[in-house]
């Protein structure tokens, strides 16, 4: 393997700059090695492994760029048709809990306007 395709890889230009400079630390020989490509145009191997290096350690922004939507909150009721009584909770999974049911059953029959065990009806709301 030629050096030139070695340095085409980040893990090969980092071995490489290391050998030239013998310490890992290359990103403080920063203008000792852009002195000496602008000094030597020719040498092909040591320019291509400092842009494969310099493209390396760029740090890069993971994520969208465009601002976030804030979360919306939603407080969770259930009303006893039969008592009248009105349960609350912050998510479906703790008003399933108080109910006994589980959080997909709150969640289907709130969106389907059923009564969950016949008897509470389910309300999500948002909360101020």
């Given at each position: 393997?030629?050096?030139?395709s ?11 700059l ?15 090695i ?19 290096f310099?493209k ?14 804030p ?18 909770a ?11 049911v ?6 289907n ?6 009564m ?5 009806k389910?309300?999500?709301k948002?909360?101020?």
């Amino acid at each position: 393997m030629n050096k030139l395709s070695l340095v085409k890889t980040f893990g090969g230009a980092v071995t490489y700059l290391s050998d030239e400079y013998e310490d890992f630390n290359t990103s403080s020989h920063r203008k000792e090695i852009l002195k000496r490509i602008n000094d030597d145009p020719s040498d092909v191997v040591f320019r291509t492994a400092w842009e494969t290096f310099s493209k390396g350690t760029h740090k890069h922004y993971k994520g969208s760029r465009l601002p976030r939507k804030p979360r919306i909150v939603y407080i969770w009721q259930a009303i006893d048709v039969e008592t009248g009584e009105n349960y609350e909770a912050i998510s479906a999974f703790k008003l399933a809990r108080k109910l006994g049911v589980t959080e997909s059953v709150i969640v289907n029959n709130r969106r389907d306007n059923r009564m969950v065990n016949s008897r509470y009806k389910i309300i999500r709301k948002k909360a101020q």
